[in-house]
């Protein structure tokens, strides 16, 4: 029988260490311009004495801003002096498509959030999520990955977390997207969650709490502040840091089935029918695919499969065939 090997990801902070600690965990990369380089993640460790442990994270995909702002600055001003516990903050996970500013490695084309459980010998992006999955996943209680858009998609601000088999695990994870509070709060639903971060932490029972918080591949001033406080409100919640919560209102959503996604079936260019946050009746025209090869052909019309509201849409102006157009959500009474 095979052994797994080790992860040659080396740490430079120690996980166990009372105070503050900003470091690295480094990942050899021989290279051409660097024979024997590495990438150097960035990671930053609070801990003060005994309690639950918080696993931090925003940069999954490289184009998504909220996070990495929120949590850099956490790590800046978190005084461990009000942490009872641990916070292992790691603000672009996917640290080499957050430099290049895509929502995949430019090394190798890896989406972090489809690579999981990784391999300690595959690719830069699959030994990241090894590590994740080995090494800092068992660690913490509670795992928050912050998420937006990118440059393909808008959202309308919301924290969100799964419904899964453990319901009291279930519980936790929406009390914590509750005190996050965002304007929004979802029950989602994924279509494609094999190999996501999210799928490995709730499979070893971790509450795990996620966002989408904007798009259009920037961040805006409402969503870093919605990011800010949210996290904050989480470690509260949870006990980890001292403070009340900031409680402000949300509105619940619920992605309930697969008809919440409506899919470009041509090239063109996209028309949005309905703004974000606006209400949507079945059958109603989300948007218009234009073809721009010739002029004289009616446009193509893309219609919401279910009543609700407008929660997410395409943002650059052109659009290919299977591009996600529109999300619908259902509001929840």
Known sequence: MS???????????DFDKDGVQHGFLRLPYSRDDSAWGSVMIPICVIRNGNGPAALLTGGNHGDEYEG????????????????????????????????????????DKGNMNRSFPGRPEGTVTEKIADYFQRELLPRADIVFDFHSGGRTLDFVPFCAAHTVPDKAQEQKAFAAVEAFSAPFSMRMTEIDAVGMYDTAAEEMGKVFVSTELGGGGTSRAETVRIARRGILNVLRHVGIASGAVEKGTTQWLDMPSGDCFAFAEDDGMIETMVDLGEPVEEGAVLARIHSTGRTGIAPREIRAKMSGMLAARHFPGLVKAGDCAAVVAVLVE
């Not at 052994?3 to 902070?13: C, F, G, K, Y």
């Not at 929120?70 to 292992?88: F, M, N, Q």
């Open 3 to 13: 052994t797994l090997r080790p992860s040659p990801i080396a740490p430079t902070v």
């Open 68 to 107: 990495p702002l929120a949590l850099y600055e956490l790590a800046r001003t978190l005084d461990p002096k009000t942490v009872s516990g641990t916070v292992i903050i790691v603000p672009a996970m996917n640290y080499p498509a957050f430099r290049a500013g895509t929502r995949t490695s430019p090394i």
